[in-house]
């Protein structure tokens, strides 16, 4: 069974530039999930979308950060100015279900490291 | 405070020494427990959930401690092989299944 793919791998942007990042979750996985991934710390999350509709981003940085999964299967998320503190691995899971349920387990992929200048 | 704290690492251990790594969780709403493994630049992976009643798997151990708000990771008979971060996680399902992760307790098995 194919895992969670995201492109491109790695990144190197100057401050204010924008990027984009891209996920394929596993297929027939109705949520999907976006995490920050600081060096040195456990991976935090921005963003969770169960088929198309958004749950909780309640993390997301909404100046700068946005994300959109529009046909409830691929999702990108965009950062538009980057700042330095941005520098950090983006990985994107998915899961069968969300909430109280053996299906809920996350799988995530490989995950883009962007670098902020 | 944190929601979830671990011990500090790295934890620098010989092969075939047992090692155990503490977790400790705020939010007393949490349902469900794991720890994830994660291998130098890679993503983390599952490693085992943790149930009330402890569980083991070959040569890990969890346990948790709703009371205490504690969990505990235990690794017997440690590998080189299982040189790695471990990754506590919390979930509360009324928040859609949003994982919460510790910052990390990072572990090198030496031979």
């Known amino acids: 069974e194919a895992g969670v793919a995201q492109s491109p791998r790695y990144k190197i942007i100057e401050k204010r530039q924008s990027v984009a990042f891209w996920c394929n979750p596993i297929?027939?996985?109705?949520?999907l999930y976006w995490y920050q991934q600081i060096l040195g710390q456990g991976p935090k999350l921005l963003i969770q979308?169960?088929?198309?509709?958004?749950?909780?981003d309640s993390q997301l940085p909404k100046d700068r950060f946005s994300a959109e999964r529009l046909k409830g299967v691929d999702s990108t998320l965009k950062i538009q100015p980057a700042k330095l503190e941005d520098s950090a691995v983006y990985l994107c899971?998915?899961?069968?279900?969300?909430?109280?349920?053996?299906?809920?387990?996350?799988?995530f992929g490989p995950g883009t490291r962007l670098t902020v200048l | 405070r944190k929601e979830v704290e671990q011990d500090p690492g790295p934890f620098n251990v010989p092969e075939g020494a047992t090692v155990a790594f503490n977790c400790t969780y705020s939010?007393?709403?949490?349902?469900?427990f794991f720890w994830y493994r994660q291998d130098c630049r890679k993503e983390p992976k599952l490693l085992m959930s943790?149930?009330?009643s402890g569980n083991e798997d070959g040569r890990f151990t969890a346990q948790l401690n709703r009371a205490s708000q504690y969990i505990s990771l235990l690794i017997r008979d440690s590998k080189l092989s299982d040189s790695a971060t471990y990754l506590c996680?919390?979930?509360?399902?009324?928040?859609?299944?949003?994982?919460?992760f510790g910052q990390g307790t990072e572990l090198s098995v030496k031979p």
């Open positions: 899971a998915s899961s069968l279900t969300a909430g109280r349920s053996t299906r809920n387990e996350q799988f």
């Open positions: 297929s027939g996985h109705a949520t």
């Open positions: 979308f169960q088929n198309n509709g958004v749950v909780d």
């Open positions: 939010n007393s709403a949490s349902q469900s």
């Open positions: 943790v149930y009330s």
């Open positions: 996680v919390v979930n509360r399902y009324n928040q859609g299944g949003k994982l919460i």
